[in-house]
């Protein structure tokens, strides 16, 4: 079972691969766009998730970009590490 956060960072992270939005990355093709899972939270909800992640990011730069790393690359432990 997700948690709240979890489930949150998921859609964050398919807004973030289906658009050219959040924290400077770049989007992906437009044939994954409309092919792609429907995300189920607002623009507004994931701008708001979206400057979280960034101001952890400032806070703790490794633990943000583990944190971005496993949930834009793949959901893959040994990836992030």
Not at 26 to 48: C, Y
Not at 61 to 69: D, I, R, Y
């Amino acid at each position: 079972m997700l948690s709240n956060t979890e489930w949150l960072l998921r859609e964050w992270a398919m807004w973030v691969k289906q658009g050219d939005r959040g924290l400077g990355y770049p989007g992906i093709s437009l044939v994954i766009r409309k092919t792609g899972p429907a995300i189920q939270i607002t623009d507004d909800m994931a701008l708001v998730i979206d400057s979280a992640v960034a101001r952890f990011k400032k806070r703790d730069p490794e633990g943000g970009e583990a944190l971005v790393t496993y949930f834009l690359e793949g959901e893959n432990y040994s990836h992030v590490g």
